[in-house]
Nanobody, 118 residues
Framework: DVQLQASGGGWVQAGGSLRLSCTIS????????IGWSRQAPGKEREGVSS????????YYEPFVKGRFTISSDSAKNTVYLQMNRLKPEDTAVYYC???????????WGPGTQVTVSS
């Protein structure tokens, strides 16, 4: 049974930081592409960042590049998203997913709310 659990969301003022965690069970982070997506109220879900340990690759959407950093801890089977210099437009529910290709995830977990106030 594959489970992904996102945590670490909260409320922060613009310019602040948060670190999201995606704790995974049932599969290994070493074998999958793990990605973060987000969905703001009234908007479609959009990809944010992804990591492939096997390919030694990370990917960032332009609107977070330079502000967000994705990383992983194989021993904890966890992927992190360090979010710095947050903006009000980063407000959304953030989800982590796992699959064999970026933006084509087979597994999703419940999201965590991130709210950035101006």
């Amino acid at each position: 049974d594959v489970q992904l659990q996102a945590s670490g969301g909260g409320w922060v003022q613009a310019g602040g930081s948060l670190r999201l965690s995606c704790t995974i069970s049932g599969i290994s982070v070493d074998d999958y592409v793990i990605g973060w997506s987000r969905q703001a109220p009234g908007k479609e879900r959009e990809g944010v960042s992804s990591i492939s340990i096997a390919e030694r690759q990370t990917y960032y959407e332009p609107f977070v590049k330079g502000r967000f950093t994705i990383s992983s801890d194989s021993a904890k089977n966890t992927v992190y998203l360090q979010m710095n210099r947050l903006k009000p437009e980063d407000t959304a529910v953030y989800y982590c997913g796992a699959g064999h290709y970026r933006d084509d995830y087979d597994y999703w977990g419940p999201g965590t709310q991130v709210t950035v106030s101006s």
